[in-house]
């Protein structure tokens, strides 16, 4: 049985295949790469996948029996077809089973909705592709957070707009753990699952951060324009537009959602706390 990863140069990606690489032996694990020279260091078979070229995903897709399909980057509407490049290539080379990395979100009612939106026309596209199936509703990572913590320390604080908002957050690596069962266990075919950890505030963020990292952050709510408009000052439009929707709406409380991610990994999702003690002891501590 092969199984192949695409976007496996990606955080996501290489975390999906390392946890595969744990789980099965190596030969039956490939990496699919937009720039396969950036998947190389994951130490198995990498071919050239980009999602807006469905020559490639023939070529790549060949002998394959299982795919991870990583949600793409570009505009929403863009992806769309983009996906659909490697599920009509799945389709073409009699590939069995096709896993998807959707996300937790509101379809309707902020600027993130679009991408919402896009992922489930992918969800809806892979459900009626013929081929068996796994959907995982990613939750919001929180490496971002912690990669950003400088920053929260010249600002004396986390700033959003999330306020009392509660956000389920996972790490990539909990989810490449889960997906590597949902990849490999029959059992999981034709389930959606939403892969979240536990419903934190941004208040207990913030608690959580300052005790693993000796800080002193505070949490400041600001309202949802204030902080849309910082965000595009900062990020630009499009990139500025999403991270803002993405707060507001854990704020409406989409990110408050129950988890699968039991069901899906057979076993418990890290606690908040843990999730910041591991991304400290791999990337700081060291
Ligand atoms: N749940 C969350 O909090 C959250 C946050 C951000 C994003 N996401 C979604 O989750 C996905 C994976 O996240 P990540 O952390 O792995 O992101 P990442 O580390 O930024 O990696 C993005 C990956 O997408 C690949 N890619 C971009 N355009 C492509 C194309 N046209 N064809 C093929 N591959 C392409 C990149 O390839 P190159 O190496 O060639 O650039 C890279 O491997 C994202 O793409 C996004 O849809 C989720």
Redesign the pocket.
């Known amino acids: 049985m092969k199984i192949a990863v ?8 290489s975390e999906i295949v390392k946890a595969l690489l744990k789980a099965t032996k190596k030969e039956q694990v490939i990496a699919i ?3 396969p020279e ?1 998947a190389k260091h994951l130490g198995v078979e990498v071919r050239n ?4 070229n469905r020559e490639d995903f023939n070529t790549a897709l060949k002998g394959i029996d299982i795919v991870l399909l ?5 505009d929403p509407q863009k992806r769309i077809q ?1 996906h659909r490049n490697v599920i009509e290539a799945a389709k073409q080379n009699g590939v069995q089973k096709i896993v998807y ?1 959707s ?1 937790i979100g509101a379809e309707e009612n902020n600027a993130f909705s679009p991408v919402v939106q896009s992922n489930r026309q992918t969800e809806e596209d892979i459900r009626n592709s013929g081929l068996q199936w796994v959907i995982g509703r ?4 929180i490496e ?1 957070d912690l990669e950003y913590i400088d920053t929260y320390i010249k600002e004396d604080g986390i700033r959003n707009s999330a306020d009392q908002g509660k956000c389920n957050y ?1 790490s ?1 690596e909990e989810l490449g753990y889960a997906y590597s069962k949902m990849l490999l266990e029959e059992k999981h075919n034709g389930n959606i699952y939403n892969l979240v950890g536990e419903a934190i505030s941004q208040k207990e963020l913030a608690t959580y951060i300052n005790q693993v990292y000796n800080t002193n952050l505070i949490y400041n709510s600001v309202s949802v324009e204030t902080y849309k408009a910082d965000r595009i000052a900062e990020l630009g439009e499009f990139l500025g537009t999403i991270i803002a929707g993405i707060y507001e709406g854990i704020k409406n409380g989409a990110n408050d959602v129950p988890s699968d991610y039991e069901k899906a990994a057979g076993r418990v999702h890290k606690s908040a706390l843990k999730l910041i003690e591991t991304y400290y002891l791999n990337h700081v501590k060291n």
């Open positions: 695409t976007s496996a140069s990606g955080h996501l990606g790469a937009r720039t950036k996948g980009d999602y807006n990583v949600s793409g980057m570009d983009q990395t996300i990613n939750g919001i990572y971002p996972t990539r």
